[in-house]
Nanobody, 123 residues
Framework: QVQLVESGGASVQAGGSLSLSCTVSGYTVSTIDAYWTGWFRQAPGKEREGVAI???????RYSDSVKDRFTASKDNSKNTLYLQMNSLQVEDTAMYYC??????????????WGQGTQVTVSS
């Protein structure tokens, strides 16, 4: 059974930083195949959107809204994904989800999802 558990969400002030973690069990994030893992978010009243995606070899891609502020990474030895978020903005307020075994930015293609962790940024 595959499980993804996010942690690290909190309330911070604009300009601050947070680090999210996603511990994965039942699926190996280091596998180099056709699949990606990723971070997605959903703000109240908005559709879920992609934040960052990570390929098996560590290649990362970012959405334009977080590029140069967020850094996605993974620790294969711990089977864990990370999302370092700097220079947080009020617009970054959302529930953040990690997902595994999908194709790029296509959210519908991801097989596994975590339950989410809330990030709230205040001005």
């Amino acid at each position: 059974q595959v499980q993804l558990v996010e942690s690290g969400g909190a309330s911070v002030q604009a300009g601050g930083s947070l680090s999210l973690s996603c511990t994965v069990s039942g699926y190996t994030v280091s596998t180099i195949d056709a699949y990606w893992t990723g971070w997605f978010r959903q703000a109240p009243g908005k559709e879920r959107e992609g934040v960052a995606i990570i390929y098996g070899d560590g290649t990362t891609r970012y959405s334009d809204s977080v590029k140069d502020r967020f850094t996605a990474s993974k620790d294969n030895s711990k089977n864990t994904l990370y999302l370092q978020m700097n220079s947080l903005q009020v617009e970054d307020t959302a529930m953040y989800y990690c997902a595994a075994k999908g194709f790029g930015w296509s959210m519908s293609s991801y097989n596994y999802w975590g339950q989410g962790t809330q990030v709230t940024v205040s001005s």
